[in-house]
Nanobody, 124 residues
Framework: QVQLVESGGGLVQAGGSLRLSCAAS????????MGWFRQAPGKERAFVAV????????YYADSVKGRFTISRSNAKNEVYLQMNSLKPEDTANYYC?????????????????WGQGTQVTVSS
């Protein structure tokens, strides 16, 4: 099992930026595909971004493409989400998660371990 802890959330004005971090425990971090998901009140948890084990491949939800960047440091056991040009509709609790499925999955069911989430609130 891998333990995940997100940080970096907060309140930001529309158009601003935040950088989320996810710290993972364990010795097998590089063996996991890592993803970011988000959930707003009253809404289902939704895919945001995913990154391959080596960090060489990424994929984004259309709603964040061009604004968000996912990256990882296997040496530090961390994954990041740089969020630029934030919009009020980005307001949500953001979660990182791990997957051992083939790269490319955006389905929640393919991600086994989850962090506790970090809240991002974007004011208009």
């Amino acid at each position: 099992q891998v333990q995940l802890v997100e940080s970096g959330g907060g309140l930001v004005q529309a158009g601003g930026s935040l950088r989320l971090s996810c710290a993972a425990s364990g010795r097998t971090f590089s063996g996991y595909i890592m993803g970011w998901f988000r959930q707003a009140p009253g809404k289902e948890r939704a895919f945001v971004a995913v990154i391959s084990r080596s960090g060489g491949n990424t994929y984004y939800a259309d709603s964040v493409k061009g604004r968000f960047t996912i990256s990882r440091s296997n040496a530090k056991n961390e994954v990041y989400l740089q969020m630029n040009s934030l919009k009020p509709e980005d307001t949500a609790n953001y979660y990182c998660a791990t997957s051992r499925a083939p790269f490319g999955s955006t389905y929640i069911k393919d991600f086994g371990s989850w962090g506790q989430g970090t809240q991002v609130t974007v004011s208009s």
